[in-house]
């Protein structure tokens, strides 16, 4: 489907700031949407005699049903079919008017007509024009399109949100609506107006308030009714009430009762000639979501420190470990067992960074070079210097893909000192990565690799270690080629894995 503004540049000859005036207009539509009961649609001319509309946008209200079963994004109307329109826009005119539609799903059958007797197997809804207007001048209609005939079936209720629709249709028309700025929700779900709503006038007394409203202030503690009252004079501090008058701006705030009990309040000033008239509050309990959140945070602390003690632990192995090879007196036994501890001095790097994040994702190329710095002190010595580059860059990766991609990088890297021959050895290490995958090359000078060389038959133990866990575990591929076409010497070692985890292998 195309967007507001594409659709605007193939049909209308709109400025790219009333573009702009309409695309804050739909992202704030769905309020006022929710206060008529009824299909919001937004009209714009697709030419400068109006002769013709196109429609930018569409929403369906969450209290009411719906006229339109299809999808009207993209339509466009004719002024025979919708004179209405034409007036409203030219003349500047909100109107309210019955029309009558064939058919079930508006746009689905093109026969509308306006002030004639409906049809059989016709329907009547009511069409309330609205001019939008931006700097001076209108630049769209929006219409409020519901089913007519049950205007005296309306409950109070209804009626009052009916009123609060009029009130922000005067702002529309008036180029007030939507609101110059708006203060973030944050990580919660906005209020809607069936969450709660109340209505504040100049002096922030409460002249309406919804059922659903009354309970939210009821988990505040709030028992009386708040009729004519303020919030302060019930016990709850009105400062964003107070915040969204004096600003003209859309203010929120989380109201707390208790550690259990919080309710979120955004206020819409309501704009008239000019003047802040009152204030909409909507008003949502979030109790529940505060608790998990809550339980989060307790449940991220736990695991923080279980990644503490294990990298404790390990690094106690590792300390251990390096004991028993000094105990030693063969040199296999002594290197199979300092080729262990640096394995375990791996994992052990990874554990502590997740003990150090309250999510589950490690900064990979940290890692990588903690790991390189592991593995090269270990093996460098005055008559063999040794230098290990890394460059590139990977990002970070979720603890489950880089537990074992670092034992693979430790392996990779002491294999490639070990095979790099017996003078200044250097060795480098290269990271890419996409959105989908990540790859990791690790480079030596050495003697290169043996003819006839194969994974299967000739892998020693390291190289045995990386295949399980690339290719098994992380449903990756290694690779292992020349390090150049014109000489035998050197070799490259390459491991590509799904950056998440989608090969995983957890069985």
Not at 273 to 287: H, I, M, N
Not at 310 to 318: A, Y
Not at 458 to 482: E, M, W, Y
Request: negative net charge; proline residues 4%; glycine residues 10%.
């Amino acid at each position: 489907m195309a967007s507001l503004a594409e659709l605007a540049a193939a049909h209308t000859t709109l400025s790219p700031r009333a573009v702009v005036h309409l695309q804050r207009l739909l992202g704030s539509w769905s309020l006022p949407a929710d206060l008529s009961f009824a299909d919001l649609l937004l009209y714009a001319p697709t030419d400068t005699n109006a002769s013709q509309f196109v429609v930018l946008g569409h929403v369906r209200s969450t209290t009411g049903g719906t006229v339109y079963g299809g999808d009207p994004i993209g339509t466009v109307v004719s002024v025979g079919a919708r004179r209405m329109l034409a007036r409203s826009f030219t003349d500047g005119v909100r109107t309210e008017v019955p029309i009558t539609v064939a058919g079930r799903s508006g746009f689905a059958d093109p026969t509308v007509e306006e002030g004639f007797a409906a049809p059989v197997g016709a329907r009547q809804i009511l069409v309330d024009h609205v001019p939008v207007r931006h700097d001076g001048e209108t630049i769209a209609v929006l219409t409020r399109e519901g089913e007519a005939g049950l205007a005296g079936n309306r409950s109070g209720l209804e009626r009052e949100y009916r009123t609060l629709w009029r009130r922000f249709a005067t702002m529309v028309e008036e180029g007030t609506f939507p609101l110059e700025q708006q203060e973030r929700a944050g990580e919660f779900r906005e209020p809607r107006v069936g969450d709660g709503v109340l209505v504040f006038g100049r002096e922030r007394r409460v002249e309406f308030a919804s059922p659903n409203a009354v309970s939210a202030l009821h988990r505040l503690g709030v028992w009386a009714d708040p009729g004519g009252r303020t919030l302060d004079e019930v016990g709850v501090d009105d400062a964003v009430v107070r915040r969204a008058l004096e600003t003209r701006h859309s203010t929120i705030a989380e109201l707390e009762h208790s550690d259990d009990l919080s309710v979120v309040i955004r206020c819409h000033p309501l704009i008239e000639d000019g003047r802040a008239t009152g204030v909409l509050a909507v008003l949502r309990d979030v109790s529940e979501i505060r608790s998990r959140d809550r339980l989060l945070v307790s449940k991220d602390a736990t695991i923080r420190e279980i990644h503490h003690r294990v990298k404790n632990n390990l690094q106690t192995i590792q300390s251990l470990l390096h004991l028993q090879a000094r105990r030693l007196t063969s040199d296999e036994a002594r290197l199979a067992v300092a080729h262990s501890a640096r394995r375990i001095g791996a994992i052990a790097v990874v554990h502590e960074t997740l003990a150090t994040d309250a999510t589950d994702e490690v900064d990979f190329d940290t890692v990588v070079h903690r790991i390189v710095r592991l593995v090269s002190e270990g093996l460098s010595s005055p008559d063999r210097p040794l230098r290990v580059d890394v460059t590139g860059d990977v990002g970070e990766l979720p603890g489950e893909v880089a537990m074992p991609l670092a034992v693979a990088v430790a392996e990779l890297v002491q294999n490639a000192i070990d095979h790099a021959g017996e003078q200044a050895t250097v060795v480098s290490v290269e990271l890419g990565a996409d959105r989908r995958s990540v790859a990791i090359r690790v480079r030596n000078g050495g003697v290169g690799i043996p003819d006839g060389f194969s994974l299967d038959r000739d892998a020693g133990l390291g190289l045995t270690i990386v295949r399980t866990f690339v290719v098994s575990d992380l449903g990756g591929t290694l690779t292992i080629r020349p390090a150049s076409t014109d000489a035998p010497r050197g070799a490259i070692v390459e491991i590509r894995v799904p950056r998440r985890g989608e090969g995983l292998n957890v069985g």
